[in-house]
């Protein structure tokens, strides 16, 4: 019977969204298998579970009273080093992925340059800023120098990737009739390329200005500098006030980044 | 800005061209002592002792890597299987606990405005937090082992999924819903019949791209403990198993280059 | 049936969009309001069916006193009123089938309407609803996979599965060429006198509303300022209502089926206010 006819007796039931019935199915057979098998996989020691239980109690009553004063010093430092890691990483990885990016624009780049400058971004992009992270530190000892530079790393792939895109897609008729007038490389790109990019090239900027503070106060963990250290040490001494008072600070430096990059954005708009 | 181009042009203008001029000086001026001064923070806190030898390291660092021990590779399935839970698990709790969180802060279908600025604050505190942060406190708390791996994935796509679910739910047509409105159907069945159908495909595309970031930061969750990969990758390196360290750089390096794979071509199908 | 008795609407923005609204409406009758953009026709059936809140007075749909309602006997009282929209408002990425049943959402439960579960009879009833506004066929298509004026059908189907007895219908032709537009205000027509359904009709088109109501009401600034037969109306009793304008250049009303359909949705140039209200 046709679903019209059926419909005119009353009977109708929804579409199914994938309407090969093996195919379907399959896959919620298949989903069924995996989501057991994951579970199954999963130890849990509960004993262990109900001993933190107390202790995971004791970090929530921490935001009620976060103790900023008794590390203060340990504290301070560390926030001042993630934020200069930040300003510095950001810079330095903006600047740099500019040439990345434009190296990496199908449109623009000759052969060899694109493949070298994508391979550049997917590394970059593939990997934990922490494994950079660890690697910097082998070849640039502890401190916020490594840091600065896997932040930087970690910029380049993420903003010449999306300054590529840019790059790709942009209006092409604009530089043809920069280009038309006899205008060199430089100069195309000065007037053509660079005003179309450009507002959108400083939101990215404050965007992963944010994001690199945030990721800095976790590569202290390998010893790459920042708050991270700091963080580390108190949570695996259960200091848990002094942990709530560093990642209340975190957070509202987050906030206060966000609100001011989306003045920022609405201001070059 | 007002340019005169004339010497006989009008004062107020050129004033103002002047003035905005400076003060783009100033801000660039400003910029550029900040950096300097982080710089110099920066530089005062390095050996630089260290850093000229850093060209030997880095070399040093590469011959040990290679060749590979490839050997090593079949202790690492179970690790891998580790991550892949870690980070699916991790984004379907995730998303379990996003999907209401982003109904209650998005300002068209929250029940009460104190209610939405709480919602917010739960994706603002998500979203500060790194999940390293969260597998920390979790290792902490429910010891070492997958399950703290899972939850701090979920903590952490809360925030991630939320927000851009929230803006999502804020961008949909209000007419459909006024109509489902006027049917006189319940508060549920505005949702389930006007906002749902309208989200469904931005949903689907958030969870897939989280999961794609989830798999990547699940990779180094093993190491403060919390299960996967990660854990292997630190003993390698404790014990200075280069040619170990770069199996796992390459098993990392093909999961995570499949996973953007798989995520790009469901977002594209969605869409 | 549906009586309005002082009411007022008060945006907080300061502006007054309905002042002092009394209005009768018996049984079966078919009204269209008009009035210029901005008049208050929209936050009037709004007022209705309590999508905007009157900010005072009384509307009684037969005993039911609406303005009080809230919860499930706002929900209950909303069943007997039925929505019928500019822009159709169906839910695009819904089947024409499902948006269709949706208006019965205020008869059936949550899980029930989630899952699709619709009693046997409002499933026939809607089927019978679809061939009726002949789209039999379009059962499982999506409602973005339609034309504007078959969108528009889909959405009378809907609101004629509520079993309404009061039909609210915001500027129906809107969005559609003259010739779609007499066909759905005719189906509408036809529909209410079927059904024994009273109407309200906001609409822009003058010659639409005089040749498909029973009544006409003008509304100008938020005030009645006409309410009468749509024999009635004349080129003063326009200038009331829209202001000035030369209201007898306007074209024979036979000729308005021949006209070629267009973009602008009111074919009668001269007698338009152009825009959505």
Redesign the interface.
């Known amino acids: 019977m046709t679903?019209?006819a059926e419909?005119?007796?009353?009977?109708?039931?929804?579409?199914p969204m994938i309407e090969n019935p093996r195919l379907r199915w399959g896959l919620v057979v298949g989903l069924a298998v995996?989501l057991v098998l994951?579970?199954a996989?999963?130890?849990?020691?509960w004993a262990?579970?109900a001993?933190?239980?107390s202790?995971?109690l004791n970090?929530i009553a921490a935001f009620a009273q976060p103790d900023f004063v008794s590390r203060r010093g340990d504290i301070i430092d560390g926030i001042?080093?993630s934020?200069?890691?930040t300003?510095?990483s950001t810079?330095i990885g903006v600047a740099l992925s500019i040439p990345v990016g434009l190296g990496a624009a199908r449109n623009i780049a000759p052969w060899p340059i694109y493949y070298l400058c994508r391979g550049i971004i997917?590394?970059s992009r593939?990997?934990?800023e922490?494994?950079i992270a660890?690697?910097f530190v082998?070849?640039?000892?502890?401190?916020?120098?490594a840091g600065?530079i896997t932040l930087a790393f970690a910029t380049i792939g993420f903003m010449a990737k999306l300054l590529a895109e840019d790059i790709e897609d942009l209006d092409w008729r604009q530089v043809e009739a920069v280009r038309a007038t006899g205008a060199s490389w430089w100069q195309t790109m000065n007037h053509a390329v660079q005003p179309q990019v450009m507002p959108r090239l400083i939101g990215l900027s404050m965007y992963r200005l944010d994001i690199n503070f945030?990721?800095s106060?976790?590569i202290g963990?390998?010893g790459a500098?920042g708050i991270g250290a700091t963080?580390?040490t108190s949570?695996?001494r259960?200091e848990y006030d002094t942990?709530a008072a560093i990642?209340l600070i975190?957070?509202a430096i987050?906030?206060l980044c966000e609100y001011s990059s989306s003045h920022i954005r609405r201001w070059t708009q | 800005m007002p340019v005169s181009t004339s010497p006989q042009g009008t004062p107020i203008w050129r004033l103002r061209t002047t003035r905005s001029q400076w003060l783009g000086y100033l801000g660039w001026l400003a910029g550029a002592c900040l950096f300097l001064l982080c710089w110099k923070v920066i530089s005062d806190n390095t050996m630089w002792v260290f850093v000229e030898d850093a060209g030997r390291q880095g070399g040093d660092l590469i011959s040990r890597m290679l060749p590979p021990q490839w050997a090593y590779a079949h202790r690492l399935w179970k690790p891998m299987w580790d991550t892949l839970n870690i980070a699916t698990l991790g984004t379907l709790l995730g998303i379990a606990m996003a999907f209401p969180v982003a109904f209650l802060a998005a300002r068209n279908t929250t029940p009460h405005p104190l209610v939405r600025s709480a919602a917010l604050v739960i994706i603002v505190a998500s979203r500060s937090i790194n999940s390293l942060i969260w597998a920390m406190l979790l290792v902490t708390i429910l010891g070492p082992g997958v399950l703290a791996g899972i939850i701090a994935i979920a903590l952490r796509s809360i925030g991630f999924i939320g927000k851009l679910l929230y803006e999502a739910i804020e961008e949909i047509h209000p007419t459909p819903v006024e109509a489902i409105s006027a049917t006189g159907a319940g508060r549920m069945q505005v949702m389930s019949y006007g906002v749902l159908p309208q989200v469904m495909p931005a949903f689907a595309g958030i969870s897939v791209y989280r999961w794609d970031i989830n798999i990547r930061e699940s990779t180094v969750l093993g190491l403060v403990g919390a299960g996967g990969i990660g854990l292997q990758l630190n003993a390698a390196i404790n014990s200075l198993a280069w040619n170990q360290v770069s199996v796992i750089f390459v098993m990392i390096f093909v999961t995570v280059l499949a996973s953007e794979w798989i995520s790009a071509r469901v977002r594209h199908a969605i869409i | 049936m549906l009586t309005l008795t002082g009411v007022n609407k008060r945006y907080p923005t300061g502006d007054r969009a309905l002042t002092d609204i009394d209005l009768n409406l018996p049984r079966g009758q078919v009204m269209a309001l008009i009035g210029p953009s901005g008049a208050g026709k929209s936050t009037l059936i709004r007022c209705v069916n309590r999508l905007v809140e009157p900010t005072s007075g009384s509307i009684r749909l037969e005993e039911t006193e609406l303005t009080r309602l809230s919860g499930n006997a706002l929900r209950r009282a909303r069943r007997a009123m039925a929505m019928i929209f500019q822009e159709y408002a169906l839910v695009d990425r819904l089947t024409v089938m499902e948006n269709v049943l949706s208006g019965r959402l205020g008869y059936v439960g949550f899980w029930r309407s989630f899952t699709r579960r619709y009693p046997q009879e409002d499933i026939a009833e809607a089927f019978r609803l679809l061939d009726r506004v002949g789209l039999p066929h379009a059962l499982d298509k999506r409602a973005d996979a339609l034309s504007g004026g078959q969108r528009q059908r889909v959405g009378i189907a809907r609101a004629l599965i509520q079993r309404p007895r009061l039909l609210l219908v915001d500027e129906p032709t809107a969005s559609l060429d003259p010739k779609t537009s007499r066909q759905i205000m005719r189906l509408i027509r036809e529909l209410c006198a079927e059904r024994e359904l009273a109407a309200i009709i906001n609409i822009h088109d003058v010659a639409l509303a005089q040749q498909f109501a029973d009544r006409i009401v003008g509304l100008r600034a938020g005030e009645i300022v006409f309410d009468g037969k749509p024999h009635e109306l004349d080129a003063d009793t326009l200038t009331t209502i829209y202001g000035e304008e030369e209201w007898d250049t306007r074209v024979n009303e036979e000729d308005a089926e021949s006209e070629p359909a267009s973009a602008e949705p009111v074919p009668r140039m001269a007698l338009a206010t152009g825009g959505a209200s």
Not at chain 1, 41 to 45: D, F, G, L, Q, R
């Open positions: 679903r019209q419909a005119r007796e009353g009977q109708w039931r929804r579409l995996y994951a579970l996989s999963v130890e849990v020691n262990r579970v001993e933190g239980a202790r995971g970090f001042l080093e934020l200069t890691m300003v510095t810079v997917t590394v593939t990997f934990q922490i494994i660890i690697l082998v070849m640039f000892g502890f401190g916020p120098l600065m945030r990721e106060a976790v963990i390998v500098g963080l580390n949570i695996s259960y942990s990642l975190i957070i987050v906030l």
